[in-house]
T-cell receptor
Framework: DGGITQSPKYLFRKEGQNVTLSCEQN?????MYWYRQDPGQGLRLIYY???????QKGDIAEGYSVSREKKESFPLTVTSAQKNPTAFYLC????????????FGPGTRLTVT | AQSVTQLDSQVPVFEEAPVELRCNYS??????LFWYVQYPNQGLQLLLK??????LVESINGFEAEFNKSQTSFHLRKPSVHISDTAEYFC????????????FGKGTKLSVKP
């Protein structure tokens, strides 16, 4: 079955540690996205990538980093510089043809204490 | 720049009653419009979309939305809701083109009560 996988579903870390969230897709999509979701705030774009080996900052990129070495993978690292990292993180992909329709993974809930 | 406003953060409704979730957008260019649904602790699922053509679009589970260009709206409606429709609904807009990034509203929590 084609789709997007995110792992793990729940992640716990101590403050000051970097943590990497996994996102893999087998839809052969060119574009991939990372969003952060907080209650009542909707989805905010962290980073996106339209093509392998290229990515752009979204609206709230500070404290995060990404890589896009393979078409199917777009891992997100939450660094210790992110002041409030506890949130629900969603990965999405799209064909990249410009219509905008995105397909979402199940999300990772990160808790930092 | 585009923006999306979902006018109600929460909508409580009784089972079998009709519901309308409101969405307005602002954009200086033609847009594509989407409604997504999110069940607790899950990702977003596409409910329906307007790309072009008929301004009334329908989903397989009874929801419909109408694109109104003059009012810059894309309200979501269902004539009779089920308990299982309880979820958060997000309206989103894209200007298309090489970027195609989605701009999301803040979401409306639909709570269907027996």
């Amino acid at each position: 079955d084609g789709g997007i996988t995110q792992s793990p579903k729940y992640l716990f870390r101590k403050e000051g540690q970097n943590v990497t969230l996994s996102c893999e897709q087998n839809l052969n999509h060119d574009a991939m996205y990372w969003y952060r979701q907080d209650p009542g705030q909707g989805l905010r774009l962290i980073y996106y990538s339209q093509i392998v080996n290229d990515f752009q900052k979204g609206d709230i990129a500070e404290g995060y980093s990404v890589s896009r070495e393979k078409k199917e993978s777009f891992p997100l690292t939450v660094t210790s510089a992110q002041k409030n990292p506890t949130a629900f993180y969603l990965c999405a992909s799209a064909r990249g043809t410009g219509e905008g329709e995105q397909y979402f993974g199940p999300g990772t809930r990160l808790t930092v204490t | 720049a585009q923006s999306v406003t979902q006018l109600d953060s929460q909508v409580p409704v009784f089972e079998e009653a009709p519901v309308e979730l409101r969405c307005n957008y602002s954009s200086s260019v033609s847009v594509y419009l989407f409604w997504y649904v999110q069940y607790p602790n899950q990702g977003l699922q596409l409910l329906l979309k307007y790309l072009s053509g008929s301004t009334l679009v329908e989903s397989i589970n009874g929801f419909e939305a109408e694109f109104n260009k003059s009012q810059t709206s894309f309200h979501l409606r269902k004539p009779s809701v089920h308990i299982s429709d309880t979820a958060e609904y997000f309206c989103a807009v894209s200007a298309g083109g090489s970027q195609g990034n989605l701009i999301f509203g803040k979401g409306t929590k639909l709570s269907v009560k027996p």
